[in-house]
């Protein structure tokens, strides 16, 4: 079975940068897109990023020009990379892959925090 797990969270300034990991284990099929979400306190989980097997990328609105994803497919592994982090981006990050099914990682936690 597919396994995605995240990695590179912690604890960061206003203002830091962080980034996140997403390493796919398990049998590898064909993603038709893959992305990242993220869940803050008291909230519904809300899409960050995704990226197709073609190399289209979406963000969403109040992530635009701060996060950038990115997929190494010789890795199978997914990237986060977040510049100009502000206290509103603190959340559960969740890596998501889609073929004829949806997979979700466990999550890897990202406080921005003076």
């Known amino acids: 079975q597919v396994q995605l797990v995240e990695s590179g969270g912690g604890l960061v300034q206003p203002g830091g940068s962080l980034r996140l990991s997403c390493a796919a284990s398990?049998?590898?099929?064909?993603?038709?897109?893959m992305g990242w979400y993220r869940q803050a306190p008291g909230k519904q989980r809300e899409l960050v990023a995704t990226?197709?097997?073609?190399?289209?990328?979406n963000y969403a609105q109040p992530v635009k020009g701060r996060l950038t994803i990115s997929r190494e497919n010789a890795k199978n592994t997914v990237y986060l990379q977040m510049n100009m982090l502000t206290p509103e981006d603190t959340a559960v990050y969740y890596c998501?892959?889609?073929?004829?099914?949806?997979?979700w990682g466990r999550g890897t936690l990202v406080t921005v925090s003076s």
């Open positions: 398990g049998s590898i099929f064909s993603f038709y897109v």
């Open positions: 990226i197709t097997s073609g190399c289209s990328i």
């Open positions: 998501n892959a889609q073929s004829h099914l949806n997979y």
